[in-house]
């Protein structure tokens, strides 16, 4: 399953690119499916930085998703590598500038293993629907944090 979503956020791409690479440091929006999201170890993120998720991937399914930073160019690309709750996955954000704001373009890769491939259709309907709402809420939190 592969995701493709791009906006134009009226800030310059180095607030975005950190707004994304702290996103341990902010609360979740209101109906997100993340209910916990922390850095497993201090330090800057970079390159090998892990975080644990736990996450209500269906009404009657949560668990928990563990990911690594597998490319960290400032302000340009932030990638990691995430695995658990029956998937493995892919996500890439580039960060362009765009006049005074930036493009923030999203690419995601997801596998699912196991009993979660019958919900195939179910989850990408969910999970597309969900990956747009959520790049409108950074759009909108970063635009209104002027």
């Keep these: 399953m592969y995701f ?3 906006i134009s956020i009226d800030r310059p791409p ?9 996103k341990d440091k ?7 499916p993340v209910l916990l999201l922390e ?8 390159v090998g930085t892990c975080y644990r998720e736990v996450v209500q991937m269906l009404p009657f399914y949560r ?15 932030l990638e990691e ?16 500038s765009e006049g005074q704001g930036t493009r923030l373009i999203q690419k995601q890769g997801l ?4 009993v979660l491939r019958v919900f195939n259709p179910l989850i990408r ?8 709402e959520r790049l409108e809420a950074i759009k909108e939190y970063l635009e209104r944090s002027v």
């Design 4 to 6: 493709e979503l791009s």
């Design 14 to 22: 180095a607030e975005v690119f950190a707004f994304l690479r702290d």
């Design 26 to 32: 902010h609360p979740q929006e209101k109906g997100s």
């Design 39 to 46: 850095k497993t170890a201090p330090g800057e993120a970079g």
């Design 63 to 77: 668990g928990e998703i563990l990911s690594e930073i597998t490319r960290f160019e400032a302000h340009e690309h």
């Design 81 to 96: 590598d995430f695995w658990g709750a029956g998937m493995r996955g892919h996500l890439a954000y580039q960060f362009v």
């Design 111 to 114: 596998h699912y293993q196991g």
């Design 125 to 132: 309907l969910v999970l597309g629907r969900r990956l747009r």
